[in-house]
């Protein structure tokens, strides 16, 4: 006997569009298995997961004509982003120099990774409420301004001003690419175009230093931050021309359940200065109070040689306690369109990622930091050799991006691949943390190896296991909280480490080096590895195993974050891909919809 439903009446704010198959599941769904078992539990949850796949449907696979273009608008500002990265690492001693500003160098990198870090999760839902092409334009003018007054700053303060502008539009440029990506490309498929995307980062990043390098030698420092104004100019015009929003709207009208429902979503748009009431500016302080003063904090043990008992760090902690409590008040009470909606993380599946790419962004950065420190302090060899010793570590990462890629596509599944992966991290990360002073070099090659492996193959996993686990309302949004985890544990990564390894190689060489002048021997040693060679050969041993022993505390500490990374794998959801289908209305549908209900409403009222 077929059932029967009552719908609803309807009140001015019942959603314009109805899920026209729910009412079809009401009659065709299945009894729910009775059983207690946790395999009945697991069944279940996997057949809800289906069931909102089958609403929300996936977009279809574009044709290459409107594919390619979009993936080219893209991928030039990921090269950008990625050349910028490797550029300034190299120019770093040369901008000091020039400056007579050396204790302050580090914080080149530090203003510009705190605002990305900042600001990432802002455009997340700048990109739902002003669109993606607006957004991508907002953080390409950004970056290129910060870019090019890093060419022309007058001073080491007014170029870390122009690093830290830079870094609010690097930040968003991660997002939205992330975020079109997800609008165009199916989910299947998704993980493969993120391991192109890799590559596209890892050749930029590769390019970055010879390209530096040269252009400082030939031109002078300031030349290779102008000469990456025209490529960023590229990107600018390039995304004015190619309208994301038009695809994502077309998208929406193809997955349109009724004529009217295409009528309703050409004929209604929320206007600009309603979207613009919209964008949470409260939330926004908050957010960059809380994080930045926090991390701040965190980057001055490390980079200014700071202790906990300092009042600049204890102040700093405070400030970002008191913002992250005025933050989340505001997300939870004030904010209409939070941008960061803490439903998110009590999701388990969220949250997992979230924890996962924190602890792996940890690891990652904390050992590239400190790696090639390892052949230059204790090994003895040249900065160009310490640096060839990480290829292993680049090439790893492009190649297992595009083999989670193909899995995913492949299988359809990825919550096996991804622990295998994380597995590789702690046996890899295990391997370096056993590292001696006569460790054999082809072990040194070859250890770094798996943590690169495994460290892309997490990252690719779990970003679509995020994006599978929400409503393709919330990718945008899901999508910035997943770079604030990462930037944030970028941060903490090197601050942490890099605060262990000096707290322990100074009190390693106060216990080995005594006698006249051994305070400024320690300074010299603690500051400028490179001098260690030079050392007479008693103080130089001393100086090599007291490094040793830091590191290898530093070394410990990475390990135990890709502990954390292979225990917060285990939680993440194992929920199938959708295929290659447009089933279901898809939920970007409602929310046009429901924005332009809710203006009329705000309109009316007024």
Known sequence: MASTSTRPAAHEQTPLLRDHRAQEDVTTAQPPRESGSSSGSATRTQQQQQQRHHQQGDVPFPPYRILLPILFVIWVPVFAAALDSTIVAVLVSSIASSFGASERSSWLGTSYLLSVCCFAPIYGRLCDILGRRISMLLGLTFFTVGTLGCGLAGSMNALIA?????????????????????????????????????????????????????ANDKLGWRAA???????????????????????????????ATTAA?????????????????????????????????????LSSLSAEDRTLKDMQVWLALVLGSLGSVAFIFVEHRIASKPILPLRLLTQRTAASVSLTNFALAISSFGLL??????????????????????????????????????????????????????????????????????????????????????????????????????????????????????????????????????????????????????????????????????????IREQAREAYMIALRSAFVFILGATVVVLLGSFAIEDVPLPEHSSKGTDSSQDEELGASQEQRRDDAGR
Not at 162 to 178: E, I, K, N
Not at 181 to 189: N, Q
């Open 162 to 214: 122009f690093r830290a502008l830079a870094g609010a539009g690097g930040g968003g440029l991660t997002v939205v690419t992330s975020t079109v990506m997800s609008d165009v490309i199916p989910l299947r498929s998704r993980g493969l175009m993120q391991g192109l995307t890799n590559i596209i980062f890892g050749l930029g990043s590769g390019l970055g230093g010879p390209i530096g390098g040269l």
């Open 225 to 255: 931050f102008n000469l990456q104004v025209p490529i960023l100019c590229l990107a600018l015009l390039t995304s004015f021309l190619v309208d994301f929003d038009k695809h994502r709207h077309s998208v929406n009208m193809s997955l």
């Open 261 to 297: 429902d295409a009528d309703q979503l050409q004929q209604l748009s929320p206007s600009l200065a309603f979207k613009l009431r919209q964008i949470d500016f409260l939330g926004s302080f908050f957010l960059v109070l809380s994080v930045g003063s926090t991390l701040f904090a």
């Open 369 to 538: 930091y400190n790696y090639p420190l390892y052949f230059q302090a204790v090994k003895l060899q040249s900065a160009s050799q310490a640096g060839l010793h990480q290829m292993p570590y680049s090439v790893s990462l492009s190649i297992s991006s595009v083999l989670a890629g193909l899995y995913m596509r492949w299988r359809g599944v990825y919550w096996m691949y991804n622990l295998l992966n994380a597995a590789l991290m702690v046996v890899g990360s295990g391997i370096i943390a056993a590292f001696t002073p006569s460790t054999p070099e082809w072990i040194t090659w070859v250890a770094i190896a798996p943590l690169g492996f495994g460290t892309c193959g997490v990252l690719t996993c779990t970003l679509i296991a995020l994006i599978n686990s929400v409503s393709r309302s919330d990718i945008a949004v899901a999508t910035g909280i997943s770079y604030l985890f990462r930037t944030s544990g970028q941060v903490v990564g090197v601050a942490v480490s890099g605060a262990i390894l000096q707290s322990v190689l100074a009190n390693e060489l106060k216990r080995r080096i005594r006698g006249p002048h051994s305070a400024q021997i320690i300074d010299a040693i603690r500051h400028q590895s490179s001098i260690i060679p030079t050392l007479e050969p008693e």
